[in-house]
């Protein structure tokens, strides 16, 4: 497979850093740029970093010597340098809206996990096992952006990187209904115990925009490409509540879904197990074997034991049984800064490199 230069924006934040250790013994990407704010920039990576790095494995001197350019000042310096960036900053939704594009109209592709572009009629929300065919919208939006390489491509929030793999497969089923509370991992807002140490013995019942996302996001992804634009699909209506709780990774979430025409609980295993994605059948090198897996012991899956499954790329479902309200409920988990985050965009990235879009 042709070898990729890639850099990382938003390097010294928590998806960067999980982007850092996925791209480092990648076998074809090759991490030759890291980038963040003005306050890192022309720092020593280590330096900029700090003591905010918060992955198990210990940064590597390489990495840790590289110079952070700055992701806004040195755009055009790193679109010639790179085939295509990462990109997962915190900063104003407009101003995000703008980097990525001047990116992509430096011909530098962007594959990013930011929420500023998820709702761009011609920008594609891709889980790489659900709906890879909606990166033939990206013809349109070079068309529209003027470029020949150039274009956006994003992931969706990690709230939902569970429950709408788990409800894909059944979709057949007429999937009418869907309420899903989530209890999520402190490193989905950027944080360790260390830095939010409120969050130790305590939950909070709010997330930001994080409820709207989780049901409006799962549309685009189950929409269709239609000329130059993705039409959000129909249904089902789904209704959340989002739920930050003390633990340091893996978004857990509680499902009830009620059908059109109601499986029986063997064809929901059955569908389940038997589920295969374009990454799955392209053996891309981030693809889980089993995307997946369904735990028949009572208290699985759980966050600890269970969200680190295949490198934190598959996903676990388990307590499937009939409801009295909605037909079936089920808890699902994903691990956020892997599958929901770095890891999901690293796979969508894959996807893009074996389609010939870096090309
Ligand atoms: N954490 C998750 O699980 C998760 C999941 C899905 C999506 N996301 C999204 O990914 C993005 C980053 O999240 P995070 O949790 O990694 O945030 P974070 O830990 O707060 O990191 C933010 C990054 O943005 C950089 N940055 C801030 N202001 C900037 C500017 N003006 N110009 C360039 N870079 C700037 C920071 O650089 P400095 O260090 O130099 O300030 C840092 O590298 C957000 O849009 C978030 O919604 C996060």
Known sequence: MKQYNVGVIGATGMVGQRFITLLENHPWFNLTLLAASPRSAGKKYS???????AMKTELSEKVGNMVVYDATADVEKIAKSVDF????????????????EAYAKAECP??????????TDDV???????????????NAQRKRLGTKRGFVAVKS??????YVPALHPLMKFG??????????????????????????????????????????????????VDGDKI??????????QCLRVPSSDGHMAAVFVKFKNKPSIDEIKKCWKEFKGVPQELELP??????????EEPDRPQTRLDRDLEGGMAVSMGRLREDTQYDYKFVCLSHNTLRGAAGGAVLMAELLAAKGYFD
């Open 110 to 119: 962007v594959v990013s996990n930011n929420s500023a572009n998820r709702h």
């Open 175 to 224: 999937v009418d209904k869907v309420l899903a509370c989530t209890y999520q991992a402190i490193s989905g807002a950027g944080k360790t115990f260390e830095t939010w140490p409120e969050m130790v013995d305590n939950v909070i019942p709010y997330i930001g925009g994080e409820e709207e996302k989780s049901e409006i996001e799962p549309l685009k992804i189950w929409g269709r």
């Open 124 to 138: 594609p929300m891709i889980i790489p096992e659900i709906n890879p065919e909606h990166a033939e919208i990206i």
């Open 47 to 53: 330096e900029a970093v700090g003591k905010r790095w």
């Open 85 to 100: 960036v990462f990109c997962a900053v915190d900063m104003k939704k407009d101003e995000i809206r703008g980097l990525e």
């Open 286 to 295: 981030s693809a889980p074997k089993q995307f997946l897996n369904y735990f």
């Open 157 to 162: 929030n990690c709230s939902l990187q569970s």
């Open 231 to 240: 039409i959000d699909a129909a249904s089902p209506s789904i209704t959340t």
